[in-house]
């Protein structure tokens, strides 16, 4: 009789750095960044290389962001607020008790669907470089405080805030913002519209029409927006 043949251990899938952003929710770069902070944060190393991309054993990097949870939010009562004043990232940090004035944004960036999407996105900057700044509600703050993961009850997804009605047949030359552009546009919301705009996206709207004094929000004609909407519905 032959010696038995050993079973041949399965090669392990080797992913790249755009593979494991889309399967987590984040981009390349900060999954470039978790690499070089990986004595600290203890991320897998490399297994190989395809060219200049790295490349990652994938078991060590699903079994890296299993064990990589939110830090636990410490008891902590939030100051009396009006339940409707809207906070920024570093404010509503603050205002849930963390040290860290960037934990809500560090939420957002490393752990999709955990933190409750902002109630409103404004538009800053300039037309040139554009950015946007989220902020929540306190009491959506609250409420995700009262039934976050892990705080032993029920997770309560909110619904994003609903977009304005704007009519079609209006004024061609009146000057609307984001979420009057997003309704017309047909987006669900505004982070939705935001999202799209700011990955070029949506080209005739790179060009503004207008920017507020206050805020330095931009503006945009309705025939523009809806010359926008035809070039969509005709890609």
Same mark, same amino acid.
């Given at each position: 009789m032959g010696c038995p043949v050993m079973a041949a251990r399965s090669a392990p899938r080797l992913v790249e750095a755009a593979e494991i952003a889309a399967e987590y929710g984040l981009t390349p770069a900060r999954i470039s960044t978790l690499y070089l902070e990986r004595e600290t944060n203890g991320f897998p190393e490399i297994a190989g290389k395809r060219g200049r991309a790295r490349q990652w054993d994938k078991s060590g990097v699903d079994h890296w962001f299993a064990q990589r949870k939110p830090p636990r939010l410490q008891q902590h009562k939030p100051p009396a607020?009006?339940?409707?004043?809207?906070?920024?990232?570093? %404010?509503?940090? &603050?205002?849930? !008790? /963390?040290?860290?004035? %960037? %934990? $809500?944004?560090? /939420?957002? @960036?490393?752990?999709? !669907?955990y933190f409750p999407e902002p109630d409103v996105v404004e538009e800053l900057g300039t037309p040139q470089r554009p950015y946007r700044r989220p902020k929540w509600r306190v009491q959506t703050l609250l409420d995700w405080q009262a039934t976050r993961p892990g705080s032993g009850r029920r997770s309560v997804k909110r619904p994003a805030p609903a977009l304005p009605d704007v009519p079609v047949d209006g004024d061609p030359d009146e000057l609307l913002g984001a979420s009057q552009a997003a309704a017309l546009l047909g987006f669900k919301s505004l982070n939705s519209f935001s999202s799209s705009l700011g990955q070029g996206n949506l080209p005739l709207l790179q060009? $503004?029409?207008? $920017?507020?004094?206050? !805020? !330095? @929000? @931009? &503006?945009?004609? @309705? &025939? &523009?927006?809806l010359e926008q909407a035809a070039q969509r519905q005709g890609s």
């Open positions: 607020l009006d339940p409707d004043e809207l906070l920024t990232g570093a %404010q509503a940090s &603050r205002f849930l !008790g /963390y040290k860290n004035s %960037q %934990q $809500v944004n560090t /939420y957002l @960036r490393d752990h999709p !669907g060009t $503004v029409d207008a $920017v507020t004094e206050k !805020g !330095g @929000r @931009r &503006r945009w004609t @309705r &025939r &523009r927006i």
